[in-house]
């Protein structure tokens, strides 16, 4: 793209890779905390012998996605400040910009635009296995690859997921835009933005299409990542 160009012209290819020690650190602690998170807590609700077993998985993954966001969501602070232009925080790794949040603006600012992210994850999720589903249906009666049912079910799996995952993220890229806004200000030198306030800035200054930024990118990587997730979940499952 034309930003990923410019960003290789004025600071090298290592521009590319600014925040990665909070996308990898974030990444890792959030899906290994959600994995022992769900497993744990169904083992503590006994699925097998409860009489609200079809809803015990519901409210497990529900659980399980909130404690993974609590940890997830300082690390995506951190990651979006040091992805600014000129890098204005110059926060040197994940742990320093956690550091320097508490000391300058306090521990509430880690987590500046949670509401918000909670209610993405949230709903990503639920778009995310409801296309899931849909496309996984409709791929299964009309599309056989091979003979080889195994192999059928893990193409129709990675496809389906690769197609929810993308309309999942085309659908809740305006959030996704409104945490950035959220993330990017300095709470010691200005007031926490509030939500309303934040829609009505990005409409009156950008119109409608202000929600709309970064919909390429932000689309591509959650098709990326939830065949990842699903990926996790069957390696999981095949370990136990």
């Known amino acids: ?6 960003i290789v012209r004025d600071e090298g290819p290592k521009g590319l890779y600014r925040g990665l020690t909070c996308t990898v650190g974030g990444s890792l602690l959030s899906y290994t905390s959600y994995f022992l998170m769900y497993e744990n807590l169904k083992k503590s609700f006994d699925v097998k012998n409860s009489k609200y077993k079809d809803f015990i998985p519901f409210i497990t993954a529900f659980a399980s996605s909130l404690i993974s966001d609590c940890i997830y969501i300082p690390c995506d602070v951190v990651r979006t400040r040091m992805q600014l232009e000129n890098n204005p925080y110059q926060y040197k790794h994940l742990v320093h910009g956690i550091r320097n949040i508490i000391s300058k603006e306090g521990f509430r600012s880690c987590y500046l635009g949670g509401p918000t992210f909670f209610a993405l994850d949230m709903l990503h999720g639920s778009f995310t296995f409801g296309f899931y589903e849909l496309f996984s249906d409709r791929i299964k009666k009309n599309f056989r690859f091979s003979e080889n049912e195994i192999e059928n079910t893990l193409k129709v799996s990675l496809m389906s997921s690769s197609l929810a995952g ?3 993220g085309f659908l809740t890229n305006p959030l996704d835009v409104m945490i950035t806004r959220f993330q990017m200000v300095d709470t010691s030198q200005q ?8 829609v009505h800035d990005i409409y009156v200054n950008e119109g409608l299409k202000g929600f709309t930024k970064g919909p390429v990118s932000y689309t591509h990587l959650r098709a990326h990542e939830t065949p990842e997730h699903l990926v996790c979940r069957l390696l999981l499952e095949k370990k136990k």
């Open 191 to 198: 007031k926490r933005l509030k939500l309303r306030q934040v």
């Open 1 to 6: 793209s034309k930003m990923g160009m410019q």
């Open 166 to 168: 993308a309309i999942a």
